[in-house]
Structure formats: structure tokens, C-alpha cells
């Protein structure tokens, strides 16, 4: 009889709860891009009788308690890791305008526009790029400038196929585009993005936000090429975006006759909500397939880890309440494919790794480092009960690492000082789909210049804590851009 238990026939999937503690009914389960589930597991605790016996010998050992939780391991890719961000942030992912399937895509009539019966949610504004996936006339995917706004987002389109959508039919607002001229650039004391035509607080973006300045094509990018790279917004009017970061060589430009594209992401930042999901591991060599169901798993800690020419990994801890192990599956459970998105390097993947609003290098260049986002969270235990009752969550608390060369002393003397820094990371992959990782606030608890021996080089291990942004109200932010281009 061959033995079956092969790593590679491991499927591990997760959904959100409604209830704590409870899957969801007939749950459409997403499947993750494990690595490994090395501690993942539901552990017995156990106590040896103290009963003395005159034969010297261990009465019995007693079963008390039992606890569910462990590490899940992945490598990070776009969307991969969407859910257990959120479970991680205790927020949602807020979008910039969405809709998706038949109940809020009516119909694509031909050559004319798109029409978006009226839901909840924030509204397509003019001027706003649309990214149409998941239709099945292979025309109607494209990226579209909104001309209309409200509920109904109507759009030239001459492409356009009619068809009625299906099921996986998506319009997601990602950036924005200026009419011929209209978007231009302030540089001095205040550095801005201003337009005369479109409407900035239309366009449900927030202060702390990084933006994309700069299309495909040269009618859709500044005129100035140094302009054609990343911001983030510091303040927002109807008419005016103000820039606390540019690039180098940033300038003032009225960018005559040019319909400049900017691109936005759907963020996410810390919040207060109590996240908690059920995990499916299978083993699908078994026969029949075994399948162990974690109920209640809350996201301890994450961990994002990146170094010199190597892949971005992550390490997610759960803690929860429950486990079942059984050859038959939850009622009325499905699959949802894992996201095939590339897997991120840390070499031509990595657009900018910034400290203090500058980008990190010459003559300190990072050689690894990492983020690790901890809640805190505590098991509840009571008795009458073998598992934890509840699982607390505690403070929010997101500390690193930066190991660079000791290429000058400028980074190490913020450690003696004190110094205020913040810390920026983004990545993105061949499809122009990016990921941004800010901490506008922290300092530098540890670091001094590190001597190993001859024949070495002198780095510095720094160490950092961020907390909260007194301007912005929160530690962490992250945001996620389907397109940049």
C-alpha cells in the first residue's frame, strides 16, 4: 500500500465569517497560494496526573483544553493576500467606484456606453478611468474615460460589443483622465495637481493617497518626463490636489493638448473591526479526500519580508477557537481559484523603497528588511469549555526592519536622535498592477553601524516602530492598483 501524504496535494482556502466562530452557509471558498502550513494545527493541551502512586507509575494524561491557530506561508503577489490584509488592518478595502455582475451591469449596448443600473456605493464620476473585466465579448474589456456620472456611466466606445453581463463582469473606477490640457502641474512652495474641468472630490480619494501621474502613450503623460511618476496627496479641494510627495525634478507644467492620465488605488487602512474566518486545509491525496476546517481564526501577526534578489514572502499567524477533521466537506462548499497574478521580486518588482519622503540608495542601499503588523490578540478561555470562547484583540502595533550599508551616517543618526521618519514600499509586476505598503509616522528604535570582521561590509541593522500619524489618524496604509498604465 503506497503511503499518501504529499505536501504538494495540500489545498488551503479561507472566506470571511459573518459570525464569529461559524462558516458560512454553502461557503464559496478562496483558495491561497500557500508556501507551507508548518505550525497550522489544532493542539491538544494536556496535563499529567499528580496522583501518587506506591507502583510509581503515571496514573493518566488529561486532556484540558485544545487551541487552533498557526502560520500560513506565501509568497506575495497582487490580490493574493487580500483578505488576510483586511483581517490583518481590521478594515475593508475601499474602492473608488465598483460594480459587478447583472444586478448592477445592466447591459453594453452597441458602440455607445455601458449602462450601471442604480446601487449603493460611491458613483462613476466624469472623467473617471473604468477598468471593464470579466465580459464575455472580448472588445468589451478595456479601460474607458467615464463622460458621464451618477449612476449611469456612459462612455464612447466604438468597440463595444452588446451583450448582457454574466456573473463575472466587473467596472472598477482606477484613475482619472483630464480633457486636452486641462490637467497641470504646480511646482514651489506647493506642489499640486489642479484642473478646471474635472472634480477632484468626485473622485472618492483621500488624503495620504499615492498616485500614478502618467499613461501609456505620450498624449496621455506630463510633458515634463520627470512628472510622470508617483505623488501622494496631502490635501484635496475640487479643483486642486496638494502633493507633500513628488519626484525629483518635479515641474510646473500646463501640458498643453495633452489628456493626462492619472491612476488611483483602492486603499486600506488600520481600523477597529474583529475579523475572523474559517480556514480549509485538504489533503487530496487521501482517499477520501480529508479536509480539516478551522473556525473562528482571527490574523495575529503578518509579516512581509523582502531581500536582495529574492521573492517577497509573507508569514500570516492565526489564532482561533475550532477545528474539525472529516472525509466529508462542509455543506455546499466550492472552490475559488487562487489569483494567477506573477509572484513579486525583490529586484525588478521593487519601484521604491522611500524613508522620510526620499527614496532609499546611494550610498545606502537596503540589503533585506521586513514589516510585521502584531494585534495583540489574546485567547479567551473559560471553564465548561475545551476550546478558547472568544479570542481579544489588542492594540494595533506594526514594527520593522531595515538592514542597509553603512554608506554615510545619515540613517544611523536618526536613531540617536530620535529623529520623526516615515517608510514607503511599492511594488508592482509586468501587468502594471502595483502594491503600496506606507508608514507615515515612525522612528528608529534600534541600529548602529555593524562590523563583522575583514573582508565584509559595514551595514547597519536598523529597527523601527511607527504609530500614529497625528495628520492622518492612522499608522498604516496600503493600497492596491489594478492598473499604472
Do not use: C
Request: hydrophobic content about 40%; overall charge negative; aromatic content about 8%.
Amino acid at each position: 500500500m503506497a503511503i499518501t501524504s504529499d505536501t504538494n496535494r495540500v489545498a488551503v482556502g479561507i472566506i470571511e465569517e459573518v459570525t464569529f466562530g461559524t462558516t458560512p452557509a454553502t461557503p464559496a471558498i478562496d483558495g491561497l497560494r500557500i508556501t507551507g502550513t508548518p505550525s497550522l494545527g489544532y493542539v491538544p493541551q494536556t496535563v499529567t496526573s499528580d496522583e501518587i502512586r506506591a507502583d510509581r507509575q503515571v496514573t493518566d494524561l488529561i486532556l484540558v483544553g485544545a487551541e487552533a491557530g498557526g502560520d500560513v506561508g506565501m509568497e506575495v503577489s497582487f490580490n493574493a493576500l487580500d483578505s488576510v490584509f483586511e483581517g490583518a488592518m481590521g478594515s475593508d478595502w475601499v474602492t473608488k467606484a465598483y460594480r459587478e455582475t447583472v444586478s448592477e451591469i445592466s447591459a453594453v449596448n452597441v458602440g455607445v456606453d455601458y449602462t450601471v443600473t442604480a446601487v449603493a456605493g460611491d458613483n462613476f464620476a466624469v472623467g473617471m478611468l473604468v477598468l471593464a473585466t470579466g465580459f464575455v465579448e472580448a472588445a468589451n474589456n478595456a479601460t474607458f474615460r467615464a463622460e458621464t456620472g451618477t449612476t449611469s456611466t456612459s462612455v464612447q466606445y466604438a468597440s463595444a460589443a452588446a451583450e448582457t453581463p454574466g456573473a463575472t463582469a466587473k467596472l472598477r473606477g482606477i484613475g482619472m483622465e483630464g480633457i486636452a490640457g486641462d490637467l497641470t502641474t504646480t511646482a514651489g512652495g506647493t506642489n499640486s495637481i489642479d484642473s478646471t474641468a474635472l472634480v477632484f472630490t468626485d473622485m472618492n480619494m483621500a488624503i495620504g493617497e499615492w498616485l500614478k501621474v502618467g499613461g501609456n502613450v505620450t498624449g496621455e503623460q506630463s510633458e515634463t518626463a520627470e512628472n510622470n511618476d508617483w505623488v501622494r496627496i496631502s490635501a484635496i479641494s475640487g479643483t486642486s490636489l496638494t502633493l507633500d510627495r513628488v519626484p525629483v525634478g518635479w515641474a510646473s507644467d500646463t501640458n498643453a493638448a495633452k489628456t493626462l492620465q492619472l491612476f488611483m488605488g483602492e486603499s486600506l487602512v488600520n481600523g477597529t473591526v474583529s475579523k475572523s474566518y474559517s480556514i480549509e486545509r485538504q489533503f487530496q491525496d487521501h482517499s477520501p479526500v480529508t479536509y480539516e476546517l478551522f473556525t473562528g481564526m482571527r490574523v495575529g501577526t503578518l509579516t512581509v519580508e523582502f531581500e536582495a534578489q529574492a521573492i517577497m514572502t509573507s508569514t500570516v499567524n492565526f489564532m482561533g477557537l475550532d477545528s474539525t477533521m472529516s472525509t466529508t466537506r462542509f455543506s455546499g462548499a466550492t472552490d475559488v481559484a487562487a489569483p494567477t497574478n506573477e509572484v513579486l521580486n525583490t529586484s525588478s518588482d521593487v519601484g521604491r523603497i522611500g524613508e522620510a519622503g526620499a527614496a532609499v540608495g546611494d550610498p545606502n542601499y537596503v540589503i533585506d528588511g521586513s514589516i510585521q503588523v502584531d494585534n495583540n490578540l489574546r485567547r479567551q478561555n473559560a471553564v465548561g469549555s475545551l476550546g478558547s470562547v472568544g479570542i481579544g484583540q489588542g492594540e494595533f502595533n506594526v514594527t520593522g526592519s531595515l538592514n542597509t550599508y553603512f554608506g554615510s551616517s545619515a540613517l544611523a543618526a536618526k536613531v540617536i536622535s530620535n529623529a520623526a521618519s516615515s517608510f514607503d514600499l511599492r511594488v508592482s509586476d509586468d501587468a502594471n498592477q502595483a502594491l503600496v505598503i506606507d508608514l507615515p509616522s515612525l522612528k528608529f528604535s534600534a541600529g548602529s553601524p555593524n562590523v563583522p570582521g575583514k573582508n565584509d561590509d559595514v551595514v547597519v541593522p536598523l529597527e523601527f516602530q511607527a504609530y500614529r500619524d497625528a495628520t492622518l489618524g492612522y499608522t498604516m496604509l496600503l493600497q492596491r492598483f489594478y492598473a499604472t498604465a
